[in-house]
């Protein structure tokens, strides 16, 4: 009897030895089949992601070409989209879509632009007078095709003596962004200059017709009170179909349009996501060729063209603007 009860006993543990083997089992397969699920949904929503987002950078490519012909479209046309940044909502295969363009002529040239202009643009950033002038020295010295230092200027061996590895590159820029490696250059006084300058207007001057007000702020001696009211006239005109005033203190500084516009599309889709593409265009003579791209980009959100709050905003109205 005693040997038959230590048999089952010893039968009931290895059923017992067998069973949580096989719980283990089940625990493991289940926890794989989790992992497996996970990964797959992970898969998914990559796969889902790209395709959306390809399909909002073909929508923005295609807003591009729309921009480019209304870019060639003549001046009288009446339904023509303006070339002063103000965005066009477009569709495209229901993607909607936030289309601008604005002539470069508009920004400061920082390889060509006057040299008051761009020491005014960074007074009205809230530069002091000598501040304006060393960054304009660095500015020469980073640009011109020599090393011989300006007074408050900066060469290869000041770059050095700061620790940097960089150097001037004694040539004009090739981008906006590099202009923040220029010594004295902070980052966020770039943030601010960005949306104010250029490489590809190539004019000295700058089209008042269809600048900023904080581009406006770079002509010496201008009040806030005088762009302000040179602003509401500029778009009353524009309201009117009317030509619209050159800035009269900016009339030795004018330029005029050059056919160089930047065309920035965001897209956006139901899901709340947008991308952005921006694009210098360049319009050409040849009927067989009418345009070629000076830049193809990603766009950010922080490119987009802002008002910054005014330096001057609690003084005096009469105070120039840049001082």
């Given at each position: 009897m005693s040997a038959s009860v230590n048999k089952q006993s010893g039968c009931f543990a290895q059923q017992g030895i067998a069973l949580i083997i096989v719980l283990w089992i089940m625990t493991l397969l289940t926890l794989i089949a989790s992992s497996f699920i996970q990964a797959m949904r992970t898969e998914i929503n990559i796969v889902g992601n790209s395709v959306s987002r390809a399909k909002l950078d073909a929508a923005a490519t295609a807003g591009v070409q729309r921009a480019i012909l209304e870019m060639m479209k003549p001046l009288q046309i009446p339904d023509r989209w303006n070339i002063y940044g103000v965005p066009q909502t477009w569709e495209f295969q229901g993607i909607p879509m936030q289309i601008s363009l604005l002539d470069e002529s508009a920004k400061i040239d920082i390889n060509v632009g006057n040299e008051v202009l761009i020491r005014g643009l960074f007074r009205s950033q809230g530069l002091s007078e000598e501040e304006a002038g060393a960054l304009m020295d660095a500015i020469l010295d980073w640009r011109d095709p020599d090393s011989l230092k300006r007074l408050r200027g900066a060469e290869e061996a000041d770059y050095a003596e700061k620790g940097l590895a960089i150097k001037p590159a004694n040539a004009?820029?090739?981008?906006?962004?590099?202009?923040?490696?220029?010594?004295?250059?902070?980052?966020?006084?770039?943030?601010?200059?960005?949306?104010?300058?250029?490489?590809?207007?190539?004019?000295?001057?700058?089209?008042?017709?269809?600048?900023?007000?904080?581009?406006?702020?770079?002509?010496?001696?201008v009040t806030e009170a005088q762009i302000e009211e040179y602003i509401q006239q500029r778009e009353q005109a524009r309201a009117n179909k009317l030509p619209v005033p050159v800035f009269a203190p900016a009339a030795i500084y004018a330029s005029g349009g050059n056919g160089i516009l930047r065309i920035r599309v965001e897209a956006s889709s139901e899901d709340g996501s947008s991308f952005i593409r921006e694009a210098v265009v360049m319009r050409l003579p040849s009927p067989k060729r009418s345009y070629t791209f000076l830049r193809w980009q990603e766009g950010t959100v922080s490119a987009t063209p802002t008002t910054f709050p005014d330096p001057a905003a609690n003084n005096a109205a009469n105070k120039p603007a840049n001082s």
């Open positions: 004009p820029f090739q981008s906006i962004e590099e202009l923040q490696l220029v010594m004295g250059m902070t980052p966020e006084l770039y943030q601010r200059l960005a949306p104010l300058i250029t490489i590809y207007s190539r004019q000295g001057g700058i089209n008042s017709q269809i600048a900023s007000r904080e581009v406006l702020r770079a002509i010496p001696n």
